[in-house]
């Protein structure tokens, strides 16, 4: 991993184009390290990121007893050794780290972790996670230092599960805990994201019995386990392509982003084309031209959870291509009830003028031009579109803080000088 920069300077205002490749999502390849370590049989992965989670993750399953080794974009996680576990003190920096908890009850029957860290984005706590493992007969336990959850007694019964909401998380950790008790799972409301989906082919490749819709998912385990080793791919990384995609669309340039599965990057696509930016979800890459001015519309862009929903995670990048666009434009994110309040004053110091509805909805007047600042990147994605915003403002912006960046991608800065920014970054 190379070492993170503690300054970036942009200097903005120049229209980006050309084609670029994202890297493989961190959002997927964390969800899938956990599941190669609960498969317990051996797992090759493909594609595997080296942003900062990803390789706090790889650490925590070497701590915790997996063998792992790592040659470029590939990852091996083999059998565990059943040794004995530390303190998993690194847990506390990354959000992810509860996707163990499922492979550490296969080994040891117990797992303690600390509370999970990472972004400062609100409220996203665990009880939901508890309430799935409860469904499986578990027993957890809280303290001011984190929490603990112990095996319950095995059972061949069916596990039914209703989410009140369709929680990434929640959903997950139900798939890996049946993986573990070797048990189907029937889950109600589910989460269907792309990172799902990554998990569900995953286990597919395990013969597990998988389906998957709006409102059921359901997981059923073969009658015979195979201990063959297997190989999987991490998917290219649809929140880098939307993030490029915004960055394009806010300096006026036009690119291709390749990498990622266009299907997923149909809603934010259409968000653009509202904006009145040619945009384009090809086949195997998304095609954007912000040159050639189209009539726009106001956009309601609200994050959701929902299938076919705007993604939380667009909502920033896509906030400051929408500022530099005609119309009054509406945003909102509830999923991450902190994230305005990190990103809108960050903005504000580029000009942005917002008209705050609540503590997690806003209204932009467009056009609105941006001038170059002095900015802090507070969490992952506030980063990101303070990297935008450095791009399309005339002047040279100063981002303190980008080791935030690559928690979540390897190496944005270097995806933005391929398509033409002029970006430097100094320690």
Request: glycine residues 10%; hydrophobic residues 45%.
């Amino acid at each position: 991993m190379r070492v993170s920069p503690s300054v970036i300077e942009v200097r903005g205002g120049i229209p980006l184009q050309g084609t670029v490749s994202v890297d493989g999502s961190k959002n997927a390849c964390l969800p899938l390290l956990a599941a190669a370590a609960t498969l317990g049989t051996g797992v090759r992965l493909t594609g595997v990121p080296d942003s900062t989670d990803v390789v706090s993750m790889i650490r925590l399953l070497d701590q915790a007893g997996w063998p792992v080794w790592q040659e470029q974009s590939d990852v091996g996680v083999g059998a565990p050794l059943g040794t004995p576990i530390g303190g998993l003190a690194e847990a506390a920096a990354i959000r992810a780290s509860h996707y163990l908890i499922p492979a550490l009850l296969s080994t040891h029957g117990t797992a303690r972790l600390p509370w999970p860290g990472g972004s400062a984005v609100g409220d996203r706590g665990m009880q939901l996670h508890f309430a799935v493992y409860e469904a499986f007969g578990d027993r957890a336990e809280v303290d001011a230092d984190g929490y603990v959850v112990s095996a319950g007694q095995r059972s061949s019964r069916l596990a039914k599960i209703t989410l009140p909401f369709r929680s990434r998380g929640a959903t997950i950790i139900a798939l890996l805990r049946a993986v573990v008790a070797g048990r189907a799972v029937r889950i109600e409301q589910p989460n269907t994201a792309p990172e799902t989906q990554a998990v569900i082919s995953a286990l597919r490749t395990a013969d597990w019995e998988c389906t998957s819709e709006a409102s059921l998912l359901t997981a059923v385990p073969p009658s015979t386990p195979s201990t063959a080793r297997r190989s999987w791919a991490v998917p290219g990384d649809w929140i880098e392509a939307g993030t490029l995609a915004c960055a394009i669309a806010a300096t006026g340039g036009s690119g291709t982003i390749s990498g990622a599965d266009t299907h997923d990057l149909v809603v934010l696509v259409n968000a653009l084309r509202h904006l009145g930016v040619a945009a384009e979800a090809e086949a195997t890459a998304v095609v954007v031209d912000a040159t050639v001015g189209r009539p726009t519309r106001n956009l309601r862009a609200i994050a959701t959870r929902n299938p076919g929903g705007l993604e939380a995670d667009f909502e920033p990048a896509l906030l400051v291509a929408a500022s530099g666009r005609r119309g009054r434009h509406r945003f909102a994110d509830a999923i991450n009830p902190g994230r305005h309040g990190n990103l809108l004053p960050q903005l504000a110091r580029f000009g942005l003028a917002t008209k705050p509805v609540s503590a997690t909805e806003c209204l932009i007047e467009g056009p609105q031009r941006l001038s170059a600042a002095t900015v802090e990147a507070t969490d992952v994605y506030t980063g990101t579109a303070l990297l935008v915003a450095g791009c399309a403002a005339t002047g040279t912006t100063v981002l303190h803080r980008p080791a935030q960046i690559r928690r979540g991608h390897p190496d944005l800065p270097g995806k933005l000088r391929a398509l033409g920014a002029e970006i430097k970054e100094s320690r």
